[in-house]
């Protein structure tokens, strides 16, 4: 008798899962990378975990908390994610540029890297700057703090002046702490010499 | 004249201070884009929510019908909704500095589409996704989750 129900059972929540009817609560999906990187997203806790790792590998969780996983197609995805998908915002963009010896002056070569954040900055809505200055290990630890700051202030003074909001542009230096190019001290190294920016 | 300009000296170095300084710890993200409905719940007051706005740790935010949102994290996560959902930032831990962080949102009902950012890619599964019946651990980095009622 007791198999006879579990057979049963067993045969009611293939049948649901089957008709993809409402038994099934969430559904998950692992979406393909750009340049195919490696991606995985594990669904569920302990014995029931189960790991998604390719491309349109998908798993439906049921009320029940079973997981089963198959594969769905790029027109399946569309179809329930259309309107998710199409509000994801673009993603944040990089930008070193370089600085003159113990100046707050973008070297000349950094012109266009300049120029290219301006136009970024420009094209995206309620944008958000984060200028970290950098400098080489030339000079003291106290100097090169201030300098690294003054560097990243430089930055965003000029994208002040071109008109984006103050508040969402944060200037930090990091002085010689973080050097592109790992060197002994008091060497100079015009590549370490520098402001990252991150536009999102 | 010299208390004067010791009193701009120092208006000037807190308005600088303020302007450089790092941003308030309850900011953990923005919204980039909304499309129809959209609002934003914090402390049981609900608003409108738009492009710009701050969201902030414990945030919920809920879409309509016919309705979209997109949203940034510090850590460059992103994330968006479709329509008729219901998504939490429950908890947000961040450190820009080392990278390393926690994060786990609830969506409690419609579509999600996840990009995750730094805290997924500096320890894989600190980035976590709750739904009612399941728990996502996100190694990384472009997933969608739709949840029925």
Known sequence: MISLKRFVACTLAAGLFLCGCASVNTFVVLLPEEGGAASAVTVGEGSQRTVLDKPYSAAAVDLQRNIETKTVTAEDVKRTFAEALAAQPPPSVSFTLYFETNSVEVTPASRPALDALFAEVAKRRAVEVQVTGHTDRVGSTADNDRLSLQRAEAVRAMLIQRGVQASFLRAVGRGEREPLIPTPDEQAEPRNRRVEVIVR | ?149
């Open chain 2, 1 to 149: 004249m010299k208390w004067l300009l010791q009193i701009m000296f120092a208006v000037s170095c807190a308005v600088f201070a303020v302007a450089a300084g790092p941003i308030a710890a309850a900011q953990i993200g923005q919204i980039k884009n909304t499309a129809g409905q959209v609002f934003l719940l914090r402390n049981n007051n609900q608003q409108p929510a738009k492009a710009g706005d701050i969201v902030e740790e414990a945030d919920i935010i809920t879409t309509g019908a016919n309705s979209s949102v997109g949203i940034t994290l510090i850590d460059n996560s992103r994330l968006s909704a479709g329509p008729n959902s219901r998504i939490e930032l429950k908890q947000f831990r961040f450190n820009p500095t080392t990278q390393e962080g926690e994060s786990l949102t609830e969506v409690r009902r419609g579509t999600l589409a996840v990009v995750s950012g730094q805290i997924a890619k500096r320890s894989p599964e600190a980035m976590k996704v709750q739904t009612p019946t399941t728990i996502l651990g996100v190694r990384g980095t472009t997933f969608a989750v739709r949840v029925e009622e």
